[in-house]
C-alpha cells in the first residue's frame, strides 16, 4: 500500500514547492487612492554602471510610466497620466537601486509594472528594449477612497500568503481525491464477496 501512496504525496509536495516559487516571482503592493507617496521597489542584479531604467505597464502602449536616460528623465516618451508624478527614489541609483516613487495615488494607478534596466557593458543597442526580461514586476493594488486592505508588515505579505495559502488548499483537495478515487477502486475489488450460494462450504 505505501508505494501506491508515496508518488502523489510527491506530485502535492512538488506542486505546493513550484507554487511558492512562482508567488514569490512577483510583488503586490497595496496602496490608497489620495495616498501621497507610494514606492514600487526595484534593485538592479549587479554592479555595473546603469545607463538606461524604464519603468512600464503594459496596457500604456509604447508610453513609459518612467524613462531615465543620459542621467536625466525622459519627459518626451512618458504617458501623460504620470507627468510630474514619478520619479526614481535615488537618482544616483547606489547599489542597484531604481525603485519608482509614484505621487498622489488615484484608482487608475492600479495595474502592473515592470523594471528594466540597461547596465554599460550589456550587449545591447543605446535605445531600450521592451520585450526584454523585467527585473521586477509589481501589481499595484489601489483601493478607492474610504476602502482599506489588510494591514501588514510592508504592505504586500498578507495578500500574497492569503493566495498562497488559498491555492494550496485548493491542489490539496484536488490531489486528495484523486488519491481517494484512486484507492477506492483497488480496496472495492479486494472486499468483494461473492453471493451464499458461491461460497465454499
Not at 49 to 56: A, K, L, P, Q, T
Not at 84 to 104: A, P
Not at 107 to 132: F, H, M, P, W
Request: aromatic fraction near 6%.
Amino acid at each position: 500500500m505505501a508505494p501506491r501512496t508515496f508518488a502523489p504525496l510527491c506530485s502535492i509536495s512538488l506542486l505546493v514547492g513550484v507554487f511558492v516559487f512562482v508567488s514569490a516571482d512577483q510583488r503586490i503592493i497595496p496602496a490608497q487612492s489620495g495616498q501621497r507617496n507610494v514606492t514600487l521597489p526595484c534593485r538592479a542584479p549587479d554592479n555595473n554602471v546603469i545607463i538606461i531604467v524604464e519603468w512600464s505597464r503594459a496596457d500604456l502602449g509604447e508610453k513609459y510610466v518612467l524613462l531615465f536616460r543620459d542621467k536625466r528623465l525622459n519627459p518626451e516618451q512618458q504617458h501623460p497620466s504620470f507627468k510630474n508624478r514619478v520619479d526614481l527614489q535615488d537618482r544616483q541609483m547606489k547599489d542597484g537601486d531604481v525603485s519608482l516613487i509614484l505621487k498622489d495615488v488615484t484608482v487608475n494607478d492600479t495595474g502592473t509594472y515592470e523594471c528594466r534596466v540597461v547596465q554599460r557593458g550589456a550587449k545591447r543597442r543605446k535605445r531600450a528594449i521592451l520585450d526584454d526580461k523585467p527585473i521586477s514586476i509589481i501589481y499595484l493594488h489601489v483601493d478607492p477612497p474610504g476602502q482599506t486592505g489588510g494591514d501588514t508588515e510592508d504592505g504586500s505579505v498578507g495578500l500574497i500568503v492569503g493566495l498562497s495559502v488559498s491555492a494550496v488548499l485548493l491542489v490539496a483537495a484536488v490531489v486528495g481525491f484523486l488519491i481517494y478515487r484512486k484507492h477506492k477502486q483497488p480496496h472495492s475489488r479486494d472486499s468483494y464477496q461473492p453471493p451464499a450460494e458461491l461460497q465454499p462450504v
